[in-house]
């Protein structure tokens, strides 16, 4: 009976955020779809109703179904019987709910039986989802695929393909090879095209796919032949009724154990194109790995959220010394600061999630009509900004999600090393989120121009600028402050000139700047609601000292002494 | 086979699960306003049954049928989301007290106008009274079979079924004509989540009382959507006698509503002897636990 959208009342206060009322009147097109679906929504506030609706929906089979399986799903694991996968009891149960509840293909248009929902309900969901069991949510995750195919692919494909989704088909995007990680241009899978049977057919192998026996899945493959980099690589879309696909083997994880992560051996699989040749990795992939790593950032947050609530349940329960250690200021210190810190990533994923939602919105009209000069302006802006904050939501929700999930089992003591308790398996699950759609590390080297561009300082500008009550001014006294910092910091990095050198220092100068905006974003949800206060200010207390530490590091610091780090 | 005609019986109830501090008044009656009001849980069970069979039978036309005050529509929307077909609210000041011989006569009658149909499927019983005797009695009523305790469907044609019922010491599978009235226990399966979609459909969804008093302005929508109007049917509707309903239609009478507080907080172990089983048996008769 637990429902974990109605639950957290952080959910409808970002859905209630200001900037959803152009999001939805866009995703809607002045709600054109009324007359013709009996479920399409009549005006905004129908169309919030809705969200609401099936969010709650999301929330309690999450409740009540997936999170009570996530357990032995995590014992359990998926396996391979007669080259096929075979999900978990409990991964069976969870996909079954969430597919006859409707709840695969949300963001698609009604055309392909979707819902049409905007980005911000949709990573709700998988927050939500996260939440329940982080290795489930790649499983139901993988329905951007969908938004890919339906982004790029030919209409004869999208009208093959996207109405599968919500009969409950499941998607995979193959993109690793056992050379070809982090740097995707090594792919060499090969796509030839057959002219006898007029396909094209893929050969080769690919590794470490997540959910790789999937129904549709997305194959990046080298279709130009003789080339070695990213240009002479194509997308492809293949279908599992199809032969040609062997699972060789699934891999034993530390997290996410329900989640199968496949190595695959692709035989003369026929498989059809996706847009045009050659642009698979430096187009569709970069965009594939945009929306992968707002998922991952959703699944921070989810994994965040059941951390923080684990470890408040059992200091409240826990009694050392004759008290309850929740009493203890070591131990409430650390609850204070994680629940400012989910609060804190949330703030930052519902703002990029908002990003994402209006330059993709215009992309989708721009198919039907030609875009205004405003409106095209429009896009670019919030295209950059969904750019350069992807990376950093990413970067910043995954490796608090690790440090929350560490605190919380810390709180656990002794017992929350045991498998008796979630936080085990939830502290597993984390250990992920830093390392795949993009090592923090990448994230920094994403994120980065956002500092050398001075992209970053300019929205810190115009968050400075907002209107403020007056118990929150003081608050962004310290932000103001923070940000001379930052540009002192950014200055003296610049200076230098040295490529290597801004790499060595360019994570704490993104870090910099992640505190500053997040430190506003939470203001800003202050203005909105009371609730905010205690974790605006407990957050930017905390990293007005973290920024004054990098910057500290920074400005002592000499080109010629990275000579002592060399290796 | 062409579809069947399935009528779901539910009653919304006081949330009787999670009672806290506020569940009782002071007289002892049930303080209704501290409970959440919820679909009845095994009628839930009984909307699942039916939802399946139409899976089964494609063309099949689940209704559900409930009794109770105008915020009862709720009920009716709640199957709707999960895949009913239409809902029909027997609403009526005169319903008002009825017990459950009452209540089976007004939902008896409502059936009669609902003809023809294959099967009617109820909780076993409802959580605030408990007694499982509205299903069975609306059988008697409407002079067809009944199955009670049931927890799966074998088989269905358009002629009879076979059902398995859970009993205490086992199961029993039974055979019946249709049509037939089939209470479902607890342990057939749960209910299915609502549909997203059929959230977004239904959510509009409103009795005609429910319209004039509503603020929102879609009034155009109700008329390209007659699906959206939550019939309403009164005792004039349903053609019943009036002296057969509510307070003068129900012999049962309430002699006294105590409050019972139990105060023994351990287990005790008492011996196999006629005379501690007796005494035990006193006792609980005397504080009022059973009898």
């Known amino acids: 009976m637990a429902n974990f959208y109605t639950d957290n009342p952080d959910m409808r206060f970002q859905m209630e955020h200001p900037l959803m009322k152009k999001i939805v009147d866009l995703k809607e097109r002045n709600y054109q779809d009324k007359d013709t679906y009996s479920y399409a929504p009549r005006d905004f506030e129908d169309a919030l109703d809705s969200y609401d609706k099936v969010l709650e929906i999301v929330g309690e089979i999450c409740g009540d179904i997936i999170a009570p399986n996530a357990e032995n799903v995590d014992h359990e694991g998926p396996q391979i019987i007669d080259n096929r996968v075979i999900y978990a009891k409990g991964t069976r149960e969870n996909h079954e709910a969430l597919t006859k509840a409707g709840l695969i293909g949300m963001s698609l248009p009604r055309k392909y039986d979707g819902l049409n929902f905007s980005m911000v309900p949709y990573v709700m969901a998988a927050e939500l989802v996260s939440r329940a069991d982080a290795g489930f949510a790649n499983i139901w995750g993988l329905q951007d695929c969908a938004e890919t195919i339906h982004e790029f692919a030919s209409d004869e494909i999208k009208d093959e393909f996207l109405p599968r989704f919500n009969q409950g088909s499941t998607a995979a995007m193959d993109l690793t090879e056992p050379d070809a990680g982090s740097d995707l241009q090594a792919v060499q899978l090969k796509a030839t095209w057959d002219e006898s049977r007029q396909t094209w057919l893929l050969n080769g192998v690919k590794r470490f796919i997540t959910n790789g026996d999937a129904d549709i899945s997305l194959v990046l493959a080298r279709s130009e032949s003789g080339t070695q980099d990213g240009r002479g690589l194509s997308l492809y879309v293949y279908d599992r009724q199809d032969e040609g696909l062997i699972i060789r083997r699934i891999e034993n994880k530390m997290g996410i154990k329900g989640s199968p992560t496949c190595e695959l051996v692709f035989n003369n699989a026929p498989a059809k194109l996706i847009g045009s040749r050659k642009l698979g990795l430096i187009k569709y992939v970069m965009s594939l790995m945009n929306g992968a790593r707002l998922g991952v950032g959703a699944q921070s947050v989810g994994i965040a959220e059941a951390a923080y609530r684990e470890a408040v349940k059992y200091a409240q329960e826990r009694i050392q010394f004759g008290k309850n250690i929740i009493k203890f200021a070591p131990v409430y210190e650390i609850l204070t600061n994680m629940d400012a810190d989910v609060k804190a990533i949330r703030s930052l994923l519902y703002e990029t999630t908002r990003f994402v939602d209006v330059y993709k919105c215009y992309m989708h009209i721009a198919e039907d009509r030609k875009l205004s000069a405003e409106e095209r302006e429009e896009q670019k802006e919030y295209q950059k900004w969904a750019d350069l904050f992807t990376p950093l939501t990413k970067l910043v929700s995954s490796e608090y999600c690790n440090r929350i999930a560490y605190d919380s089992l810390q709180i656990h003591g002794g017992a929350g090393f045991m498998k008796d308790f979630p936080i085990e398996r939830i502290y597993r699950d984390a250990r992920i989120t830093t390392i795949y759609e993009g090592t923090s590390q990448l994230q920094v080297v994403a994120a980065i121009r956002g500092v050398t561009t001075g992209a970053f300082l300019n929205k810190i500008r115009e968050y400075e600028c907002n209107e403020l009550s007056h118990d929150l001014v003081y608050m962004r006294r310290s932000l103001i402050s923070m940000t001379e910092e930052y540009e002192k910091a950014v200055d003296t990095v610049m200076a230098v000139n040295d490529t290597e050198y801004l790499d060595f220092q360019s994570r704490r100068l993104v870090e910099m700047a992640g505190n500053i905006i997040i430190g506003y974003l939470l203001l800003m949800d202050a203005m909105r609601s009371e609730a905010y206060k205690k974790p605006a200010e407990v957050f930017i207390r905390r990293v007005f000292a973290e920024n004054k530490q990098k910057f500290a590091y920074v400005m002592q610091f000499d080109l010629k002494d990275l000579a002592a780090y060399k290796i | ?291």
């Open chain 2, 1 to 291: 086979m062409d579809g069947l005609n399935i009528i779901v019986l539910a009653k919304q109830v006081p949330d009787t699960r999670n009672v806290g501090k506020d569940a009782m008044k002071a007289d002892g009656t049930v303080n209704r306003g501290a409970l959440p009001a919820i679909f009845n849980p095994e009628d839930l069970n009984a909307l699942e049954l039916a939802l399946r069979i139409k899976d089964e039978h494609p063309g099949s036309k689940v209704t559900v049928l409930t009794m109770g005050p105008g915020r009862a529509a709720e009920i009716i929307r709640e199957g709707l989301y999960r895949g009913a077909d239409n809902g029909i609210l027997l609403t009526d000041r005169k319903f008002a007290g009825s017990d459950t011989l009452a209540t089976s006569y007004a939902i008896s009658m409502a059936i009669r106008k609902l003809t023809p149909y294959h099967l009617i499927v109820a909780g076993r019983q409802a959580i605030d009274g408990d007694t499982a005797q509205v299903g069975p009695q609306v059988a008697e009523k409407l002079s067809i079979p009944q199955i009670t305790y049931a927890e799966e469907v074998l088989a269905i044609d358009e002629k009879s079924i076979t059902i398995k019922r859970r009993l205490e010491r086992g199961v029993e599978i039974v055979k019946s004509s249709l049509p037939v009235v089939v209470t479902v226990h607890s342990s057939a399966p749960d209910c299915r989540s609502r549909h997203a979609k059929q959230v977004m459909k239904f959510k509009h969804a409103k009795t005609v009382t429910e319209l004039q008093d509503s603020s929102e302005d879609y009034i155009e929508l109700y008329k390209d959507r007659p699906y959206l109007e939550i019939k309403e049917w009164s005792v004039a509707d349903i053609q019943a006698d009036e002296t057969w309903l509510g307070l003068s239609g129900s012999p049962t009478k309430v002699k006294k509503v105590e409050n019972v507080v139990f105060t023994a907080k351990e287990s005790r172990i008492l011996s196999e002897s006629d005379a501690e089983i007796e005494g035990l048996m006193i006792e609980l008769i005397e504080n009022h636990t059973i009898g």
